[in-house]
């Protein structure tokens, strides 16, 4: 039963070019979150998805950044036009259902590195 | 604003030396609290979830506990392999917001 998959695990870019991170959920599961961790910070949420749909995206920096979880394929963080500040671990979480009940699992994370 | 506090933030013990994590939180109207381990270079795993004040979850060395203001993870000799960093969340209203406190990093020595 794998578990939350993303790639790449790591991701050196320079400034001003384009990040893309994925993000298969575990099986059977619909629903998938995008936090970020800075270095010295704790997990800050970014953005929730369903299929086809941007459920919140209260986290989400106003510029440069986008998420979308098609109907087919994995969930995608683009993040245009990156800068140094952009450097932190990217991780993505999914879970069964949006509920009370429901336990969101957490992917290995994406490093990004703006050089 | 949520906010969640870990104490302390770094703690060391000896392996067989039992000991406390605390979790506090400023939430209005609170939905679960969550406990995850974070190995280095990998994503948070997941522990307990507590719903509601006096719950209590046990999983081999560990305990948690929830009060209307904080959580405690309580962990029964710990050995080396218990080391990890353990983060606190809070979710209020719908589920899927986690608010994160900066963690407790543990480390067990032999």
């Known amino acids: 039963n794998a578990g939350v998959m993303q790639n790449p695990r790591h991701l050196v870019r320079r400034r001003g070019q384009e990040a893309r991170l994925r993000c298969s959920p575990m099986k059977g599961h619909s629903h998938v979150y995008w936090y970020r961790q800075l270095p010295e910070e704790g997990l800050k949420f970014m953005v929730y998805?369903?299929?086809?749909?941007?459920?919140?995206e209260s986290g989400m920096p106003k510029e440069r950044f986008s998420a979308e979880f098609p109907k087919e394929g994995p969930s995608i963080l683009r993040i245009q036009q990156v800068v140094r500040g952009d450097s932190a671990a990217y991780f993505c979480?999914?879970?069964?259902?949006?509920?009370?009940?429901?336990?969101?699992?957490f992917g290995p994370g994406t490093r990004l590195t703006v050089t | 604003e949520d906010q969640v506090t870990q104490s302390p933030e770094a703690l060391r013990l000896q392996e067989g030396e039992s000991s406390s994590l605390n979790c506090s939180y400023t939430v209005s109207g609170l939905r679960g609290l969550f406990w995850y381990r974070q190995d280095p270079g990998k994503g948070p795993e997941f522990l307990f979830t507590?719903?509601?004040a006096g719950e209590e979850k046990e999983k081999e060395r560990l305990k948690a506990t929830l009060t209307k203001k904080e959580s405690f993870l309580h962990i029964t000799a710990p050995k080396p392999e218990d080391s990890a960093t353990y983060l606190c969340a809070v979710s209020r209203g719908s589920n899927y917001k986690l608010t994160f406190g900066k963690g407790t990093l543990l480390t067990v020595n032999p």
């Open positions: 507590l719903y509601s």
């Open positions: 998805l369903q299929k086809e749909n941007i459920i919140d």
């Open positions: 979480a999914s879970s069964a259902r949006d509920g009370i009940f429901y336990e969101q699992y």
